[in-house]
């Protein structure tokens, strides 16, 4: 899988969205108290993305700009609209690309983590169904014939791409198409289909919005995962520390089997062990030559993106590190800000701290560094 900063999100929001009836465009409406589009946004960006860019109607302009995000207004039709924003997105070209209607509030981190699974190895991937029911051909309001369901399936979004490969294959599809999947395959891309999903349903008639009140209403009954983590390293020669990501001067380094990061370990076993799957040794076994002197990143952007494939989101998380020295006070944001790029969340939901043990024990005898850590998950 790509990085997450590699990766745009579109949005397409500029439909007028006529079989919804009269007033605002549904993608406006409130649903539980916000509009449609504001969930549509926090879908993705509880797992983990955070470059999106909207497509709007010009009349929605003041609106859209409450939301904080990037903007650009669309045309006469999707493939119109979708041809702006890859537009917009060329002079900083991301490597994948997300294409989502904005009236799908309700997607899921896991089913977003499927589509982007396959583009590892496909050029296109989509979410879909399949059909299960008895299919007809009608004919002036009567059965006129039967139709095979045998390999057909219900599409969803979001629908990805390589970004190259899509604006290609848009440059050579002047006209209109259903989707961004047949635009891809007028140009010969093979679209790999991941499993959707019946929560991820397209607000297109009033009664959708009921359907939809329900389902959040369902999440009220959260899923709400806490876990601990602690770890300590001795102290060893050397001129600098890694702490929760951040090189800090010192007279001393810290001895361990990779970097020896003691913040982003214990913040790391603190995620494990709120989805029940052990500690840092289980996933990235010390007797594997491979991770020796590995950075800590790497294992705690994998354990938030195991939370993120069980469909949590990482609600907050809180570190202690306790020592004399090095003072941390001064590199605290720093590491707060290393912590939430690594996972992938606002930086106002990590927590850095630290506390010295009074000159008691091992830490205040300046032999090691320990720390503590605390990981909230949600699943909503």
């Known amino acids: 899988m790509s990085r997450k900063d590699d990766i745009a999100v579109i949005l397409v929001a500029a439909g007028r969205g006529s079989r919804m009836g009269g007033g605002l465009p549904k993608q406006w409406r409130l649903l539980a108290g916000r509009p449609v589009l504001a969930h549509t946004v926090a879908a993705f960006r509880a797992a983990g993305l955070e470059r999106i860019l909207l497509v709007i109607h010009p009349d929605d302009r003041r609106r859209a700009e409450a939301l904080g995000l990037p903007l650009v207004e669309g045309g006469a039709s999707r493939s119109d609209s979708v041809r702006a924003a890859l537009a917009a997105l060329a002079s900083d070209p991301p490597a994948l690309v997300l294409i989502h209607d904005a009236a799908r509030p309700l997607v899921e981190p896991a089913l977003i983590a499927g589509v982007l699974d396959a583009l590892a190895t496909h050029p296109a991937a989509a979410p879909a169904l399949p059909v299960v029911d008895a299919l007809w051909r009608g004919e002036a309001g009567a059965v006129a014939g039967l139709q095979s369901r045998e390999g057909l399936f219900r599409a969803q979004t979001p629908q990805g791409f390589d970004f190259a490969a899509l604006s290609a294959a848009y440059a050579a599809h002047p006209g209109d198409a ?13 679209v790999a289909i991941t499993p959707g999903s019946e929560r991820n349903l397209k607000l297109t008639y009033p009664e959708d919005f009921t359907r939809a009140e329900q389902l959040l209403a369902e999440r009220s009954a959260m899923d709400i995962r806490l876990g601990n983590g602690f770890d300590v390293h001795a102290f060893t020669e050397g001129d600098h520390v890694w702490l929760c990501g951040v090189k800090v001067p010192h007279t001393k380094a810290l001895l361990g089997h990779s970097d020896a990061d003691v913040g982003m370990h214990a913040l790391t076993d603190a995620l494990y062990g709120a989805l029940a799957e052990g500690d840092i040794g289980r996933h990235f076994p010390p007797s594997d030559p491979q991770w020796k002197g590995a950075a800590s990143h790497i294992f705690l952007r994998h354990a938030g993106e195991l939370a993120r494939s069980r469909g949590f989101t990482i609600s907050n998380c809180d ?11 001064p590199h605290a944001s720093a590491m707060q800000a290393a912590l939430a790029d690594i996972l992938g969340i606002e930086a106002d939901r990590v927590s850095v701290k630290a506390t010295t043990s009074e000159r008691l024990g091992f830490t205040g005898r300046e032999e090691g560094i320990a720390a503590i850590a605390t990981a909230t998950l949600v699943k909503a």
């Open 178 to 190: 259903a989707d961004d999947v047949a635009v891809a395959m007028a140009a010969g891309l093979k």
């Open 319 to 329: 570190v202690t590190l306790i020592c004399e020295r090095p003072k941390v006070g």
